[in-house]
Nanobody, 117 residues
Framework: QVQLVESGGGLVQAGGSLRLSCVASGSMFRFRLDAVGWYRQAPGKQRELVASITRSRNTDYADSVKGRFTISRSNAENTVYLQMNSLKPEDTAVYYC?????????WGQGTQVTVSS
């Protein structure tokens, strides 16, 4: 079992920045070896993958966040980060971390990001 705890969200004005953290605890085998991603879910919308990072730190981003978000990971700390710059109102969502591919861990509670215009 792996527990995922996301933090770092908040209310920010458009153009601002936030840094999200996701700390994993429990059985770290897949977390350390597999690609990990940040997801978000806005009200009334499906959860979407916005960024991912492999064990070798290759990264991939959704077009909507490319050039503004940066994902990183520290296996020593069992932590994945998401640096979000130039935030836009459409980035408002609950942000979650999890493995990039199924089977997924149980989803954490996420962290709310609200961007005001």
């Amino acid at each position: 079992q792996v527990q995922l705890v996301e933090s770092g969200g908040g209310l920010v004005q458009a153009g601002g920045s936030l840094r999200l953290s996701c700390v994993a605890s429990g059985s770290m085998f897949r977390f350390r070896l597999d690609a990990v991603g940040w997801y978000r879910q806005a009200p009334g919308k499906q959860r979407e993958l916005v960024a991912s990072i492999t064990r070798s730190r290759n990264t991939d981003y959704a077009d909507s966040v490319k050039g503004r978000f940066t994902i990183s990971r520290s296996n020593a700390e069992n932590t994945v980060y998401l640096q979000m710059n130039s935030l836009k109102p459409e980035d408002t969502a609950v942000y979650y971390c999890n493995l990039k591919t199924s089977p997924y861990y149980d989803w954490g509670q996420g962290t709310q990001v609200t961007v005001s215009s």
